[in-house]
């Protein structure tokens, strides 16, 4: 993934402010773990969700009600972030809303790729 402040979060095709402290962790896309038998060892893959959390979008009542319309979607959503080194990455996928802080006007999001993988373009 990218590097950097996060400068733009889209999701649903709406944009989003994104909280200028925001540190975004990204899950691997595999794991590789040994499995040891009699003949020594194996290598055994198991694939993850390249979920991203840690998203902190500022939002006002309009957008919180639309990012919540997002995170009920039965379908897979349009999803995308900007980081500040300048690459961009995209893919369809759902949300997940934290609590929202009324006072601040943010939300964490966790973001789920449908195929795992985030897709970069624009390089």
Known sequence: MGSGSILSVSIGLVPYDVAADADITKTPEVLNEAVRHSGGSSKKVTKLTGELTGVTLI??????????????????????????????????????????????????VSMFPASGIWIQFGI
Do not use: C, Q
Request: net charge negative; glycine share 4%; no cysteine.
């Open 59 to 108: 939002v006002s009542t309009t957008l919180l009600k639309t990012l919540e319309a997002s995170a009920k979607s039965p379908i897979n959503i349009p999803m995308s972030i900007l980081y500040a080194d300048g690459s961009s990455f995209s893919s369809p996928g759902w949300i997940n809303l934290a609590e929202h802080t009324s006072m601040e006007n943010r939300v964490d």
